[in-house]
Nanobody
């Protein structure tokens, strides 16, 4: 049974930082790319960042240069360091296993998400 548990969200002022973590189980973690997506109020869930099995990273244009994704295969965790946060980063953030052929596509496993709220 695949489980994804996100943590680390919260309320932060614009310009601040947060670090999200995701603990994964139920699949061979090191075999899969991992990704972060987010859903803002009234919007569709969108891709934020991904990291391949070999730790090559990918980012959406909106977060490039501000967010950093990393993984720890020994601990089955993936993290998202978010710096220079903006109010438009406010959303529920989800981690997921992603497709090896297209790391920006989820395999369909989702956790409960963690809320990030950035005040202006």
């Amino acid at each position: 049974q695949v489980q994804l548990v996100e943590s680390g969200g919260g309320l932060v002022q614009a310009g601040g930082s947060l670090r999200l973590s995701c603990a994964a189980s139920g699949r061979t973690f090191s075999n899969d790319p991992m990704g972060w997506f987010r859903r803002a109020p009234g919007k569709e869930r969108e891709f934020v960042a991904a990291i391949s099995r070999s730790s090559i990273t990918y980012y959406s244009d909106s977060v490039k240069g501000r967010f950093t994704v990393s993984r720890d295969n020994a601990k089955n965790t993936v993290s998202l360091q978010m710096n220079s946060l903006k109010p438009e980063d406010t959303a529920v953030y989800y981690c997921t296993f992603t497709n090896s052929l297209n790391v920006k596509v989820s395999l369909g496993y989702w956790g409960q998400g963690t809320q990030v709220t950035v005040s202006s």
